[in-house]
């Protein structure tokens, strides 16, 4: 069971013109068992670091103000099902509701991060199918814990180069400000991938501009 959660929502605002400029970012954070799923979302959300966060699977709205617009974030919080070993555990229907994606694996579990090295696997086949590069940021939590660390910082960059993906070491447990940078990182990426999406528009736009500054009238 999934359960949906509301978060902060500030009140949405207008641009001077009285238009919405808000955006929306459904976010699914995927990982094995016990790696911070949690404690990162809940840190995102409330800045706090609560130590235990029971099983429960959590679709979070969160409303924030970035760069002068309006975001709203809605963070499904997942499960990692049990005795999955295939196809890094995904379904379809979280696969068509993501708009980005934030793989977490512990790095003091070298068992996590071979779950993330086979859910990027296949998130990179199936979204390939119908668009460009999603959006994935790969996230190697527990830094506070270096000297039980067994996959390498070195490891974890490959990985993301290697899949076109971003990468951060961070610790959930010790600090917001790298969960932070995650969470915006993917956003940047997300809004590029639509960008891109809107590809000829773009040219079109240009004749326009270009037409209008020399003043000639399109015969098409
Ligand atoms: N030392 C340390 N512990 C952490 C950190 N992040 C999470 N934990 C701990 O790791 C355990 C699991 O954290 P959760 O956030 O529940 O992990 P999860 O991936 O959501 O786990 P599931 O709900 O089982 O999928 C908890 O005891 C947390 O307190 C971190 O950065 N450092």
Request: overall charge positive.
């Amino acid at each position: 069971m999934v359960v949906q959660v509301k978060s902060n929502s500030n009140n949405s605002s207008k641009t001077m013109d009285g238009s919405q400029q808000k955006v929306e970012a459904n976010v699914l954070l995927l990982g094995a068992e016990n790696v911070g799923k949690s404690a990162l979302t809940v840190r995102f959300l409330t800045r706090r670091f609560i130590g235990e966060y029971g099983n429960i699977e959590s679709i979070y709205s969160h409303s924030d103000r970035i760069d002068g617009r309006e975001i709203n974030f809605n963070i499904w919080d997942s499960l990692h099902p049990q005795n999955c070993e295939a196809d890094g555990c995904i379904s379809e229907k979280q696969l068509q509701w993501a708009d980005g994606f934030i793989l977490v694996y512990s790095i003091c579990d070298r068992a996590s991060f071979n779950v993330v090295r086979r859910q990027v696997q296949r998130i990179r086949q199936c979204k390939s199918k119908v668009s460009g590069s999603t959006p994935i940021v790969i996230v190697g939590n527990k830094r506070d814990l270096k000297h039980r660390r067994t996959v390498s910082s070195e490891e974890g960059t490959l990985l993301a180069l290697s899949s076109d993906c971003e990468f951060f070491e961070i610790s959930a447990a010790e600090n917001y400000h790298g969960v932070l940078l995650v969470f915006h990182e993917l956003l940047d990426l997300i809004r590029e991938a639509r960008a891109l999406k809107k590809g000829p528009a773009g040219f079109k736009g240009i004749v326009r501009s270009m037409s209008a500054v020399f003043g000639r009238r399109r015969t098409d």
